[in-house]
């Protein structure tokens, strides 16, 4: 509970119209995707820097936690408040600041919608690559905090291949400015490279410098259907070997796919067990000569169907599938337990096959899609839980499966972030002595511990 006369301080130096303490704002902003819900004692809504180191300066004087927050669309907790505090939104401070042709960069606060930048940017012929399934929804300040991803990073990389630089402000209320314009940058320690993906626990950042890169001219992009799992999951193994060079290899199960047909009301081809997504871009002669090496990948493998789009209307179609697995799988069951490990490309098949095999052996429904290019499976246990057996054997599973993929050299979290979820799984990719250098790291930049506390550790 923040004390009235701190909240007295806090409204006259911020302003009335930005903090606010009534029962629906703490509802509004005590959750995110994973359902898990913690009441906050306060939001305040940032519209200039200032007001973030306002908010910054009296929670470090009150010991009052304080909990950075963009969209709230994280799956993992992140932007949660577990032990009360202020929650401070960024969604007000959505202004692109610069749009620079010549050098190839933009500057942003925090609150931009990723949609809305790739938008303004892609009207001067310019292109943001990273785009997180949440992209129309998701801010850049959220983005950075958990370095995400999405179907391009199998070509273009994460969002902290394009970061040059930050201005962020420490839990002292000090500014810091990381980074610079440009791309080369090796000048003492890489700190911006430190905050981005450590999930608002060591910084507030209130600036973002991003690279940009020309528009790609041409796209096309092409979906093959397979009768099996294990086919889907060797054709993308295929391609990656081969010269093809996609900016997008997505992949969707049989579950997927039959839920976003529910969805949609349509029928599917019974003998489709998994589909995949492959999107090739840049100059019409490159686009020309890949289309002709992944005809003959695909004339190899002789699949169930094969789709060819060109327009953008025809593209967007065929990405509806994709894009609607997460609204339509949240019918199978209550609860969606979703979770984006990342396994060695030449271990993708081994991994679909065994989490195939724990779903059969553990009476589970398990959803499996995602960016297959690279490695990222995003791995959805449908629960209901109501059912104790169920959400027990489900605990199991995800122990086997955290387990299996640290074994098989690959990470627990591609993009989604620790935060509250998968804390408990640390260990598993961590040494006492590596999850101590990250304590320690925590403390120089946060020594009381009231930036977004008890996540990741």
Not at 41 to 50: K, N, S
Not at 84 to 106: C, K, P, Q, S
Not at 210 to 236: E, H, Q, T
Not at 356 to 376: Q, T
Request: proline share 5%; hydrophobic share 45%.
């Amino acid at each position: 509970m923040i004390d009235k006369s701190v909240l007295h301080e806090l409204v006259s130096l911020v302003g009335k119209n930005k903090v606010f303490t009534d029962r629906e704002y703490m509802l509004a902003y005590s959750y995110d995707a994973t359902g898990m819900e913690y009441l906050p004692d306060a939001v305040v809504f940032a519209e200039h820097e200032q007001d973030v180191q306002n908010a910054i300066r009296i929670c470090q004087r009150h010991a009052i936690p304080l909990i950075p927050r963009g969209a709230g669309v994280g799956y993992t907790g992140g932007s949660l408040a577990v032990n009360g505090g202020l929650v401070l939104v960024f969604t007000r401070m959505n202004r692109i600041l610069r749009l620079d042709r010549e050098n190839f960069l933009a500057e942003m606060e925090p609150g931009v919608v990723t949609a809305d930048l790739q938008e303004a940017v892609e009207k001067i012929g310019l292109f943001y690559p990273p785009d997180p399934a949440s992209l129309k929804t998701s801010t850049m300040g959220g983005n950075v905090a958990e370095n995400a991803g999405g179907p391009r990073c199998f070509k273009y990389g994460v969002t902290g291949n394009y970061v040059l630089g930050l201005e962020a402000f420490l839990m002292n209320g000090e500014k810091i400015r990381l980074g610079a314009h440009t791309i080369k940058n090796v000048a003492g320690y890489d700190l911006k490279a430190l905050l981005i993906g450590s999930e608002g626990t060591l910084a507030v950042v209130t600036k973002v410098i991003v690279r940009l890169l020309p528009l790609p001219p041409r796209r096309l992009l092409f979906r093959v259907d397979f009768s099996s799992l294990a086919a889907g999951a060797r054709f993308v193994q295929s391609v990656i070997r081969g010269h093809v060079q996609p900016a997008v290899l997505e992949f969707m199960d049989k579950s997927s796919l039959q839920a976003v047909y529910a969805y949609q009301g349509i029928a599917g081809d019974p003998r489709v067990r998994a589909a995949v997504l492959v999107e090739i871009d840049g100059s019409p002669t490159e686009v020309g000569e890949r289309e002709a090496l992944f005809k003959e990948q695909v004339a190899e493998v002789a699949p169930v169907k094969y789709e060819r789009a060109e327009t953008f209307a025809e593209q967007e179609v065929m990405w509806q599938t994709r894009r609607n697995i997460s609204p339509a799988i949240a019918k199978l069951k209550p609860k969606k337990i979703n979770e984006d490990i990342v396994v060695p490309g030449g271990r993708i098949p081994e991994m679909v096959e065994f989490i195939d095999a724990l779903a059969a052996e553990f009476n589970l429904c398990i959803v499996l899609f995602g960016h297959f290019g690279d490695g990222n499976i995003h791995t959805n246990l449908m629960v209901d839980p109501a059912d104790a057996g169920e959400m027990k054997r489900a605990e199991i599973v995800l122990d086997k499966i955290f387990r299996r993929v640290v074994e098989m050299g690959g990470t627990i979290s591609g993009e989604h972030g620790i935060g509250l979820s998968k804390k408990p799984f640390m260990h598993y990719q961590f040494s006492p002595l590596e999850l101590e250098l990250f304590r320690s790291i925590k403390k120089v930049f946060d020594p009381d511990n009231l930036l977004n506390p008890g996540k990741i550790f």
